[in-house]
Every structure is written in structure tokens, then in C-alpha cells.
């Protein structure tokens, strides 16, 4: 296993992280304990989770995923062996998230509130990596390119951070990151953390991809000079650059069978950027789930990227891609097909 710094903040990272947002759904509690302990084993140490998991989002699943990783480390005595990251959710409708109803946002008593179910769901007294899930404020993600006017109405920057800042203080949470964040909002936490002391941003969780490369936008040049890493997560397109979901095919158990939330990885160009990524891998030999994971590992601004299984089959065989020898050639063919059709599912 490879190991990055995250951040400016001296921790090494496993270049391969365990995504954890099925377990409680598609993956039961024994199946997440044999993960977690293969994860371990090779030498991943980087678990990343979230309170609103397992997916999709439910008020009966919300927290299961946090508590099978709990469960996990008290059998298991792993805490001390992994670097653990966790989410509170960003501006949503969601009502069910908080115990008095209404709209979550990124406040002091919210947060406050959040830290503190987190830590007793995950049965330890630290969170390594506290990420906001996404913005406080709306703003274009999931797949908005166009612009829309948005109300100006969210938490300030300084703000957010001082409640972060002082889960920081008391020894709660370490470090701090983003998710699903723009590039205006990693310069604004940056900008408000030097102007008045407060956490620095190590790292940003966000969607990258062979058939979405919009981090690639500003936020890789932020991430290279900012030394604020990506944590890539769905760099398999929610399973379709795996190829599973092509001519219409609706795998049993796969997630789209399922629960039919993979939207953004169907609009009109997907089909045919996702075949020429298929076919690219095929023709020189390369699983293409294995292509589609090293595309995103060799980038210089990839600190992590997060791998999820739903059953341990898969996730032997996305740890291996890991060991896949990319070359120039490569690169180039993918860059290629992507000035032809860029970003079809950002």
C-alpha cells in the first residue's frame, strides 16, 4: 500500500480508502466486519463514513453505517489503527436528521449535536477528519452545470469554522475537510481559517471520474497549491464504467436495480462516453473497472481515492486495480476521448 500526506497536516493516508456508505444497506454488519478487517490486513487505515449513511438517505437507515464501524472497533480493538473520517450533512430538507425537525445546516447547536451522536454511534472519542458534506449554502452540484441564482443565505465561512474549531479544541475532531464543495468555498475556508486562526481545510471529497473530470476546473490547481487533497469518491461512475449497466443490463443487487439513484450517469452523452472508456480498457487488456480506478490514482492531485464494495469479491478485486501499471499512453487515449466528449456525467 501507498501512503499520502493529507494535507499540510503531517498524517499519512492509505492511497486507497474503504467507503462505507452501503454498509446497513446493501452489505450487512458480518459482511462490513470481513471488509474492514481485509482493509486492514492491506493496509488501508483510511475509513471514511458519514452520519447520514447507509444510502440511499432514510430515517430508518440514517447512523447504521456509523455503528457497524463502532461495532467493528470495539471487536475487533482497530480503532487506534485507522485514520477515521465522518460527515455532517450540508443544507437539506431532510427533517428527519435532527430531533426537532426542520432544515440542517451547518450551526454550533447542529454540529454540536451531530459530533456528539457520531462519536457515541462510533464508539471512540476522536474523529481523525470532520467534513461537511456538502455546502451550507445551495449552490451547482450532483450534476447542475448551468447557473442558477441561488439565495444567499448560509452560515459565513468564519463561522462554520469556529464550531468547528472548537470540536478541534476540546479534542473531539483533528482535522476538518469539505465535500462536494466549489472552488469559490475552498478559498473562502481557506481565506477565513489564515484571516483569524481557525482549522485549516486538509482535504476535499468530491465526485472524479473518467466521464467527470470537473475538479479539474480550479479545484486541481487549488488542491496542487492549496495542498487541500482530493478524496475521490465514484471514480466507477456508481458502477457503470465497470461496463455492468450497459445495453440496458439491471444487474440483481446492484444498486441501480435497487434503488434507482444513479441519475447523474445517465444523460445524453453517457452512453457513448462510458462505451469508448469500456472499449479503451478492453483493448489493452485491462479490466475496466481496474482502468477507471488507476486513471484517478495516477493524478498528482489525488490524495485518496475511496473505494466501496458490496461484497468482498469486489472489493479484492478494486484493491488490486491499485497495483495496475499505468503508462503515458494511457493518459493520452483517455485524454483524447475526453477533449471529445468531456464531462458527460459531472
Request: hydrophobic content about 40%.
Amino acid at each position: 500500500m501507498r501512503y499520502s500526506e493529507l494535507g499540510r497536516t503531517g498524517e499519512q493516508v492509505s492511497r486507497v480508502g474503504l467507503g462505507t456508505m452501503m454498509f446497513g444497506s446493501q452489505v450487512t454488519p458480518a459482511d462490513a466486519f470481513s471488509q474492514m478487517d481485509f482493509a486492514l490486513e492491506r493496509g488501508i487505515n483510511l475509513f471514511d463514513t458519514a452520519e447520514v449513511y447507509a444510502v440511499p438517505p432514510t430515517r430508518e437507515t440514517q447512523g447504521a453505517t456509523e455503528t457497524i464501524i463502532g461495532d467493528w472497533f470495539k471487536a475487533a480493538g482497530a480503532r487506534d489503527k485507522v485514520f477515521l473520517a465522518t460527515k455532517v450533512v450540508g443544507n437539506s430538507g431532510m427533517d428527519w436528521m435532527r430531533p426537532n425537525g426542520g432544515p440542517n445546516r451547518i450551526t454550533r447547536e447542529q454540529v454540536d449535536y451531530v459530533v456528539e451522536n457520531s462519536l457515541r454511534r462510533l464508539k471512540t472519542d476522536v474523529i481523525d477528519l470532520y467534513q461537511i458534506h456538502w455546502p451550507d449554502r445551495d449552490v451547482n452540484k450532483w450534476g447542475t452545470l448551468t447557473h442558477v441564482d441561488y439565495p444567499e443565505d448560509y452560515q459565513s465561512f468564519e463561522a462554520q469554522l469556529e464550531t468547528l474549531a472548537r470540536h478541534v479544541e476540546a479534542g473531539r475532531i483533528r482535522y476538518v475537510g469539505v465535500s462536494n464543495e466549489t472552488p469559490w468555498g475552498v478559498m473562502k475556508f481557506l481565506a477565513a481559517a489564515d484571516k483569524f486562526g481557525l482549522p485549516r481545510i486538509a482535504s476535499i471529497q468530491n465526485a472524479y471520474s473518467l466521464v467527470n473530470r470537473t475538479f479539474e476546473l480550479g479545484l486541481s490547481e487549488i488542491a496542487l497549491q492549496e495542498h487541500v487533497g482530493l478524496l475521490a469518491y465514484s471514480s466507477l461512475g456508481q458502477g457503470y464504467l465497470t461496463g455492468k449497466y450497459q445495453g440496458g443490463a439491471m444487474p440483481a443487487g446492484a444498486r441501480k436495480t435497487l434503488f434507482q439513484r444513479l441519475g447523474r450517469y445517465e444523460k445524453v452523452q453517457a452512453d457513448a462516453a462510458i462505451q469508448s472508456y469500456l472499449d479503451l480498457a478492453a483493448s489493452y487488456g485491462i479490466d475496466p473497472a481496474a482502468f477507471a480506478y488507476r486513471f484517478v490514482d495516477s493524478k498528482p492531485f489525488v490524495t485518496s481515492t475511496l473505494i466501496g464494495a458490496s461484497t468482498m469479491a469486489q472489493l479484492q478485486a478494486d484493491l488490486a486495480a491499485f497495483d495496475l501499471d499505468w503508462t503515458s499512453e494511457m493518459d493520452a487515449a483517455v485524454d483524447k476521448l475526453h477533449n471529445r466528449q468531456p464531462n458527460p456525467c459531472p
